[in-house]
């Protein structure tokens, strides 16, 4: 799901994820934006939710609630789900007996409930988690987006047997390369006299058309790294160069690897720690 511009105006940041047969591939830039205006360019936006288990998450959006940064507060609930926050123990994860969904669930009554409501509930922010429910075969894709007051059920996005790109956060450069239309393809065709329905029909009928395929499911998984690396470094550039439009995206890139038998594993940290 797609937020519209009014709901876009906190967001900043480019997040991608490749899912294939031996995993997913999770990729950020590291632009963050806070209620203040500022804008920083060295924010962690993929989080480990648990060392031995291969499930982790990543943010586009507003980079904190209150006076906590969305990343910290990811930490703070990892603590609970590996049994070392005492006044939580009921969080802790069973690592033989847990689903994506469950955590997917306490990832949104942890942010939203339990932070972002004593707080106005003014936070914009979507989490994607990615990883494998315990004993399964191939992983899942599920979101949790914060919009204001409201925030929704956790959705999957992308089934065990559901493959290939998704990217959010800033649309308009892959939305370009992947769909050959930008996201402001129906309001300019509705300007030129077609209604709003004939307009959504069009693009129904040429996506398929102009649709360029980027991956199949038994690709290698280094080539998904590399095809989600690239995904990232396009929306960067694309923002960099654009005269009109805001600097939103940009940073260093941080990439991280979810697969079956190797579990999470870090790709790229741009020179930082990856337990920083």
């Given at each position: 799901?797609?937020?519209?511009?009014?709901?876009r105006?906190?967001?900043?940041?480019v997040?991608?994820?490749v899912?294939?047969?031996?995993?997913?591939?999770?990729a950020?830039?590291?632009?963050s934006?806070?209620?203040?205006?500022m804008?920083?360019?060295s924010?962690?936006?993929?989080?480990?939710?648990?060392?031995?288990?291969?499930?982790?998450?990543?943010?586009?959006g507003?980079?904190?609630?209150?006076?906590e940064s969305?990343?910290?507060?990811?930490?703070?609930l990892?603590?609970?789900?590996?049994?070392?926050?005492a006044?939580?123990a009921?969080?802790r994860?069973?690592?033989?007996n847990?689903d994506v969904e469950?955590?997917a669930s306490?990832?949104?009554?942890?942010l939203?409930?339990?932070?972002?409501?004593?707080?106005?509930?003014t936070?914009w922010?979507?989490?994607r988690i990615c990883?494998?429910?315990a004993g399964?075969?191939?992983?899942?894709?599920?979101?949790v987006?914060?919009?204001?007051?409201?925030c929704?059920?956790p959705?999957?996005?992308?089934?065990?047997?559901?493959?290939?790109?998704?990217?959010d956060g800033?649309?308009?450069?892959?939305?370009?390369?992947?769909?050959?239309?930008?996201?402001?393809?129906?309001?300019?065709?509705?300007?030129q006299?077609?209604?709003?329905?004939?307009?959504a029909?069009?693009?129904e009928?040429?996506?398929p058309e102009l649709?360029?395929l980027?991956?199949?499911?038994?690709?290698?998984?280094q080539?998904?790294i590399?095809?989600?690396?690239?995904?990232?470094?396009?929306?960067?550039?694309?923002?960099k160069?654009s005269v009109?439009?805001?600097k939103?995206?940009?940073?260093?890139?941080?990439?991280?690897?979810?697969?079956?038998h190797?579990?999470?594993?870090?790709?790229?940290?741009?020179?930082r720690?990856p337990?920083?």
């Open positions: 799901m797609k937020w519209d511009q009014a709901e105006k906190t967001i900043v940041t997040l991608v994820s899912k294939i047969n031996d995993g997913v591939v999770m950020t830039d590291s632009a934006s806070f209620a203040s205006g804008v920083y360019n924010s962690r936006k993929i989080i480990h939710l648990r060392e031995d288990l291969p499930v982790a998450a990543m943010v586009t507003a980079g904190g609630i209150g006076n969305v990343a910290t507060l990811l930490k703070d990892g603590r609970r789900f590996s049994g070392h926050d006044d939580h009921d969080w994860i069973d690592a033989g847990y469950g955590i306490r990832l949104r009554q942890f939203f409930e339990e932070k972002a409501v004593p707080h106005g509930a936070t922010t979507k989490v990883g494998y429910s399964r075969p191939l992983a899942e894709v599920w979101e987006n914060m919009m204001g007051e409201h929704p059920a959705s999957c996005i992308q089934a065990e047997q559901e493959f290939g790109l998704r990217w800033e649309y308009e450069a892959l939305d370009r390369l992947v769909f050959g239309l930008g996201t402001r393809f129906n309001e300019i065709v509705v300007r006299g077609m209604s709003e329905e004939d307009a029909r069009l693009r009928s040429l996506v649709y360029e980027l991956f199949i499911e038994a690709m290698p998984l080539d998904a590399d095809l989600a690396r690239y995904l990232v470094e396009t929306t960067i550039g694309f923002i160069f009109s439009r805001p939103i995206v940009g940073g260093p890139i941080e990439i991280a690897a979810i697969s079956k190797e579990g999470f594993q870090w790709v790229q940290v741009s020179g720690n337990g920083a």
